[in-house]
């Protein structure tokens, strides 16, 4: 690679609306709503703003110079780093943006806290059982993540959980093998084939612990034949179809109509089937899976309750149970508000685990049933705070204010309402006002239609319809009660902030299923954010947008952000590392974003893996295109034009230099 991506921009002409030059000549317009400048703010004000400390804590706070500080091994131990000091870093060992960053502290940290919380509820409650986490897999595939998590899950017993065939492969090959002295189990879910079935089990010769987890009646009879031939007794569990209703985005992973899991009569099928077959005693664990990110606590209980009854029952009749899976659920916290919004939940950590081990001890106690062996499949609550997406804003786009000049004689009648509107803003008239402003424009943009106003009258129309909003949003901006028409006002004069990323690759669930991470500049952050904006990102598709950001009370439209200068501004999107990589998609080409994982050492940190993100020639592979090929094809067509005197050899040479240094290059921006 002859520099850090190559220098040129893939894309061309569109640069021309977003590349550096832009920025300056934005920096000319004024701010869409100009905040009243507060004379000194203070990272006191940005942790308000941003909510940092509730989203945040104990791995995310500002510090003194302004900038965001990451301490991956918590706030209380370990030293901290200064997020933008690292980016600048990165960048310096070619490492642009965008960029994720893996803090293999933090993963360490959060298994740690989930362990320690259910070991805390199983001392408090007398729980004569253990608690063994398993990773699902599904939440993050990514080699250096899973290696990592296996490593240091080694105190705790940690296993894995696969979801499907590919995931196995991982799980058998990642996860070490139990010795003497370890047990760590491999939960079998997902649809399975006999070869599915035949792979799980064969891996208890090589010293794993499978349980292979029937979703379907028909894995059953798989599992009875291959283990038959094998020789090798499985241990089997069943997923069972709570009634318990989840909530939110993915309630509907419970319920009779779930795609997942066994009803209770295919569940008792499975019993008498085992019975039958002489093989009750396969029947060890019980497991159920309400959905992820379940805001609400009492929702868990529920299902824990639930789950609690048949496991008992099915104890009762026979078979050996020992081992009770609640799948994942456990929330992550991504505006902060503790609250039973989608974005949050209305628990902590260790409410979880009091809930979970309280109930199944009770419903153990009362029917005389051994407690079982606790497992969570918790993904999100583990994988999430890990990873923190860096990328840098491209330009801006603002409405266009411009002061406007009072009437001339015998202007339109149209424009002369305007302007008097204009001129009669008060606090007391906003409303009526607005209405007004509104009327005039779709006014104007009619008679323009039917030929009745030039284009420079509605030019002025249209400059006196921002100048109006802008004067009504100057007057509300600190108003606790904002009428309900006006509510939008904000988002109608907010800036466009153009980010160098693609929200299809780095955040496909904002864009999927409107799921809200907390953003935030890395770096300003003594300085007031006077600018409103939303982000547009790098793909050519309306939907490639965030437009809805965290916010205590629900969600805001904006995003409070600082007016850009000539130098790169930086943004950080946090909370990012549960599914949201491997869910990313290639629309417009934009590839894997760069990512590098850090580990801290006792003084400072080592940068464990650089990962470079996609080449064009990479994405363009991926799509059947070879570069020899393409570059081949270029080739021959600029020798037709040079032979037909379209192109000078010079201006030959130069589109082919580019093209070819292109497809060695990044997939995003690289400033210039
Ligand atoms: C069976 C199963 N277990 C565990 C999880 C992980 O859930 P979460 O990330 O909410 O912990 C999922 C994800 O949806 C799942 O389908």
Redesign the pocket.
Known sequence: MNDEYGKRYPLGQKMVSINKKSVSETKLQPIAIQQQTKKSWTIEDSEQLYGIEEWGEPYFSINAAGNITVSPQGASRGISLDLYELVESLKKRNIGLPLLIRFSDILADRMERLYACMNRAIARYNYNGRYQGVF?V??NQNRHLLEDLVSYGKPYQFGL?A?SKPELMIALAILEPNTDSSETLLIC?GYKDREYIETALLATRLGHKPIIVIEQISELHTILQVSKELDIEPIIGVRAKLNSKGMGR?GN?TGERAK?GLTIPQILQVVRELETSQMLDSLQLLHF?I????SSIAVIKDAIREASQIYVQLAQMGAKMGYLDV?????VDYDGSKSNFPASKNYNMQNYANDIVAQIKDACGRSKVTVPTLIS?????IASHQSVLIFDVLGANHVSLTTPQPLETEEHLVLSNFWETYQSIKEGNIQETYNDAIQFKEEAQSLFNLGYLTLIERSRAEELYWACLHKIAQIIRNKADIPDELQDLGKIMASTYYINLSVFQSVPDSWAINQLFPIMPIHHLNEQPTARAILADLTCDSDGKIDRFINRKDSKDILELHPLTDQPYYLGMFLVG??QEIMGNLHNLFGDTNVVQIQMTPKSYQIKYVVKGDTIKDVLGYVQYKAGDLLEIMRCRTETALEENRITLEESQKLLQNYESSLDSYTYLVAN
Do not use: D, M, T, V
């Not at 799948?327 to 929330?331: D, I, P, Q």
């Open positions: 699902p599904k939440c959980e979801g879910n993915w992973s997942f899976h959905g992820s990110q379940i799948g994942g659920g456990l929330a499949e918790s993904g999100r609550a549960a599914y």
